[in-house]
């Protein structure tokens, strides 16, 4: 729309004579200027007021989040919106209108993860159509993708990474361009360049969203920066110079080596002497599907020897309780771990405290310290207590019920009681995981187990499944010469 912020102001004076009216806009930071300034001068400004959103309620993200898929006919496969995939869309409004359009009128979608690589691929080959919906040609994402190839070579070669000038473009790509502006994909300004000897007002443009600049070029290096030489020639100057865009193409790179180019690229990737170190940062974003059993025994290696990624590898474990969705690397890997460490009490008890340690705020302090371990355990249990009256809640959680009993020291009250609920709500679930647990080979895991059992042969109802409770504490094989109802203490280890 010509003259925007004009017909705007034309429209909102016109709702002065209707005092009940209230106008709500929004628009992104780098358009404000453009469409908005001529609302923010004069007397009219009296009547309008500016609100920064980049700090954003829970409520505000959850309204945004909910009316974006609503709009564009979005449904998610019920438990599989982790909390990893929420905080990236509703953190970026743009980077959910790219994986909402890109997903439009699909149902019962799996979204444990943001993979944005392929989220910007969809979405640009969606809007190539769309571009050029009204043009005889052969491929419409041909021409897209050669606009965004002369955009990635001018900002590689001048090594800036905004303000290209609009006059390297001829007309048909400024016909895309403009397109793109309306998209929101890109923005333009004026700036005062400097054009020979002389200075001229021009145009320039820039990406909206720096993640999509840097997929953009990532296509463009691995297309026309292919050679090897090439291709570590500028790796080599991008981490040297420390170029804006380092972060984002090493992580796409990263990405594509384990995916999409296996036999050419990962080799080349693998054999940088920073890969380890590229390694343990980007690996976090990859699909279940593209682990390796050398994956597996590198996290299992961290875990055992609570080594510096050892926490990471813990969180992304704890995410991962669904076993048939997340088949090669699960949580049950933490468990594999927690079963080598458990025959060194030293080692286990370590282990435990640093991912696991309870934390208590300070009463009366203004500021409480974040909690040093990965999900201190008093906080696990109330998380999981604010769901086990759900039964199909416990069934799908019943892997987080399991750590519990490998982590039952460390909150031993806490832990117990929330047996006993579990108990009462699923009992099938209860009695399953003891069932399974009671085999286990470690006198410390089967202590942990019979003190489950045994507290909650005191809370019998009279109903079938006590039977099996009373049964398994019969067969727990943990210090069987202590008499019954003298106190356990799960710490206690006994070769």
Known sequence: MKNFGQCIRDFL???????????IMTTRNEFLKERFEVIEEGTYSRAYKHIDMWRRSDDFKGRIFRGYLNFFGITIRENTLTNRFYDALTSDVLLLRFFCEAN??????????????????????????????DQPVLNPQDSLYTLLDKISEYMIRKKTFFNVPSGIFNKSEQELLYQMLDNEVIFKDEQILKTGMLMKNTIVISFTFDEFRDFCITNYILTHLAEQDAFLSFWDQM?????????????????????????????????????ENLYWLYIWGLEDRHFTAHDKEAWRMQLVANGPHAEKVVHDLLGK?????????????????LDVLAEKIDLYDAFIKRMFGVYREKKGA????????????????????????????????SEWYRLSIYLLELENRGALDLWCK??????????????????????????NVKEILQHLEKFRKGEPWDQRIERLAQENSFCRDIPDGRELFSKLLFD
């Not at 009128?105 to 050029?132: A, H, P, T």
Request: proline share 5%.
């Open 13 to 23: 004076e016109e709702c002065q004579a209707y005092p009940y009216i209230k106008v």
């Open 104 to 133: 439009e009128g699909k149902k019962q979608i799996y979204v444990y993860d943001v993979y944005k690589y392929d989220v910007f691929r969809q979405y640009l080959n969606l809007k190539s159509q769309e571009y050029q919906k």
């Open 239 to 275: 981490n040297e110079e420390n170029l804006t865009i380092r972060e984002g193409v090493q992580k796409y790179i990263f990405y594509l080596a384990r995916t999409e180019s296996q036999e050419d690229l990962l080799p080349i990737i693998e054999a940088l002497p920073e890969y």
């Open 321 to 337: 309780y669904d076993c048939e969705f997340f088949g090669k690397i699960n949580i049950r890997l933490l468990f594999e771990a």
């Open 366 to 397: 203004y500021n409480n310290p974040r909690p040093e371990s990965v999900w201190p355990f008093n906080r696990m249990i109330q998380r999981i207590a604010e769901d086990v009256n759900d039964d199909a809640w416990n069934v799908r959680h």
């Open 422 to 447: 579990l108990y009462e709500v699923s009992p099938e679930v209860a009695v399953r995981i003891l069932e399974e647990m009671n085999r286990h080979q470690s006198s410390l895991i089967l202590g």
